[in-house]
């Protein structure tokens, strides 16, 4: 049995900030986009479609007026499984596909559906999900053509074994996958007591946990959001763009239009963000804030760029603390709360709110002073910079004990890891050894940043001193003035 390994920092005092990995029952956040990529080969475990599938699901679109033979992109099979192919030159930004609304899959579509009713309350993704898995039920579907182009899983760690999930042990990732299928179990129950079992004449067929599995990976590989107006949306023939990692904006891959002047319908407009030569792919980037995790999580590949591995330290007040209401109101001020996550990218400084936000929950002592109402609209300002020498100790050792922590949870050590990138892996077994060498690559980069701090203590300036040096109090060398009276 797999199990996961949170990453928890003891404390000493109240005052000390708890550091741990992401919760396990926090709901996952949808980010869409399709399932393939150039930086990853086909999932093993994906459905190469037949030619003759493809076929059908062609000329389903022509008959409908979607697509025609000068359409400038077919569907056709590629490397990373299906993809858009250009059938002429394309331009920079040039519009390569239109899809009127009337065939997209979204919420609007399911309440218009038989199931709109029943499915009225639920979150958006669960009744496209019910409408998906009802029609890929229906033999004869109008969707059909569309369905069977549909993989049954791809390489996302959803879809991983135990034995593979076991390598990733000890990295967030494997706390993020098991986290959504948490989740999907919690909604399915939700579903199966609130809507299968009270609207039976609306799905005659069972419908089981796997198929419930099936529908939320589709929808998490392969949705379109983030569009004017609508969000969560499924769009045959445009999700079959792939992403390509050479591509670095997400400007003009597409959006939502009006089909013209005397039209009520809209359009999803796909546009290419690069000139593209006939008979290559048409590729667009699915999303530059990512992290390779979080790839891997929704469409089953990373990439190998060191600004995609990143690791998420959680912080946390504790309510046990004296001066709990006060340290929460200043980070409340400032756009915290009661918990902050920062997340650190490999090669990137720490976060700028990351020390300040540390210094804060670790004020004790004769530090609290700055606390008071007095200092409410300063305070901030105070904690960007060192507080006292306590302070700044008690901050680096709890963060370097936290990433000590992290790293005693990984299998292996980064060399062995190394070792491993130059052998015959598979599909998953890269991607494994790939998030767990870039998330200890960025902890052993945290650690380094305050093993350096926790050297240069004795040679930092704090509160106390600089509030000196503004009294004119303090000489160039650092010494005390004292003033005697004539």
Known sequence: ?????????????????????????????????????????????????????????????????????????????????????AQRDI????????????????????????????????????SVSLFLIREKLNEHSTWRP????????????????????????????????LSVKEYLHREFTIVQEEILSNHKNLFPSTITFDDFFWAFGILRSRAFSRLRGQNLVLIPMADLINHSPDITTEDYAYEIKEAGFFSRDILFSLRSPVSVKAGFQVLIQYDLSKSNAELALDYG??????ARNSYTLTLQMSESDTFFEDKLDIAETNGLGETAEFNIVLGNPLPPAMLPYLRLVALGGTDVFLLEALFRNTVWGHLELPVSHANEELICRVVRDACKSALSGYQTTIEEDEKLKGADLNARLEIAVEIRLGEKKVLHQIDNTFQKRESELDELEYYQERRLKDLGLVGEQGEIIFWESK
């Open 1 to 85: 049995m797999v199990t996961l390994l949170t990453h928890h920092s003891a404390f000493l005092s109240p005052a000390q900030p708890t550091i741990y990995s992401p919760s396990l029952t926090k709901t996952p956040t949808f980010h869409h986009k399709t399932r393939f990529s150039l930086t990853s080969p086909h999932s093993p475990t994906s459905q190469q479609p037949a030619t003759a599938a493809l076929q059908t699901f062609w000329q389903w679109l022509s008959d409908q007026g979607v697509v025609s033979e000068k359409s400038p992109v077919r569907p056709g099979t590629v490397p990373e499984g299906l993809g858009l192919i």
């Open 91 to 126: 331009g920079r930004n040039e519009v390569v596909l239109e899809i009127p609304k009337k065939h997209w899959i979204s919420p609007d579509a399911v309440a218009a559906s038989e199931i709109g009713s029943a499915c009225g309350g639920l979150k958006p993704w669960v």
């Open 146 to 177: 569309y369905l069977d182009l549909l993989p049954h899983s791809t390489n996302s760690t959803i879809y991983w074994s135990e034995e593979e999930l076991a390598e990733l042990r000890g990295s967030q990732l494997l706390s993020m996958t």
């Open 301 to 306: 590949f990373i990439e190998n760029n060191s």
